[in-house]
């Protein structure tokens, strides 16, 4: 499916079917989120992936009922991850695992820490937030190149959905992401006209 027809495929899915997602499925998708791009390359995201039906449910009453998170097949919960100094450690580690010299990695880890020291703490967490934003782009687009249906979603409250799954601290749900296989085909798109986004 070329990229194209991702876009305009693509529609928030509020009602699948029964089908399971094959587990191969999932694990592709969460390969493209893997990659997604992210702001000093800091990947301040941690996805938990909800299968059990009742774990959904309660869920779905955390985010006011709304019935794509119980009706899903599979429930990606994105999270933020607050601690952004703590990810620029783990940065030094992967880089150098990724065949990057230990002069280098410092170099990228360094600049890292500097750009973070600029920012207040709420500029931190908004930078972390803002990355699991750009990992929810690549996983609604990624799921319908595999075929897959989804709604991407931030009405839920944030702390009932970290206390359902046992998050450390830190480690704060920002997207939701139901998947599976929309039910009554696409509902209806709408977007402002082209003129209207640019100014
Ligand atoms: C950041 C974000 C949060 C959203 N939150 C919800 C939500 O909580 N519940 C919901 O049903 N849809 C949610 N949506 C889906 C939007 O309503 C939907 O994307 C929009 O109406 C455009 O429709 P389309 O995705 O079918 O093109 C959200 C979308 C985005 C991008």
């Given amino acids: 499916m070329d990229f194209k027809d991702v876009v305009m495929q693509r ?24 990659w997604t791009a992210s702001g000093l390359n800091l990947q301040t995201w941690r996805i938990r992936v909800v299968r059990d039906p009742a774990t959904r449910q309660a869920i779905a009453e ?27 450690e783990k940065l030094q580690k992967a880089l150098m695992a990724s065949g990057l010299s230990e002069a280098e990695s410092a170099q990228r880890v360094g600049y890292a820490k500097k750009m973070c020291a600029q920012m207040p703490p709420p500029a931190l967490v908004k930078f972390a937030d803002q990355q699991v934003f750009l990992a929810l782009g ?46 009554g085909g696409p509902t209806p798109r709408m977007r402002f006209a082209a003129e209207d986004i640019l100014i």
């Fill in 138 to 183: 690549n996983a609604i687009n990624g799921a319908k190149s595999l075929g897959l249906d989804s709604c991407p979603m931030t009405g839920f409250d944030a702390a009932k959905v970290a206390a359902l799954l046992g998050l450390p601290e830190g480690i704060v749900p920002t997207a939701l992401c139901p998947l599976g296989y929309g039910a």
């Fill in 62 to 88: 955390a985010a006011w009922g709304q019935q794509q998170v119980a009706n899903c097949s599979h429930l990606l919960v994105l999270c933020a991850v607050h601690d952004v100094l703590g990810q620029t």
């Fill in 11 to 34: 529609y928030a899915c509020r009602t699948f079917t029964s089908e399971t997602i094959p587990e191969s499925k999932i694990d592709e998708l969460l390969e493209l989120i893997r």
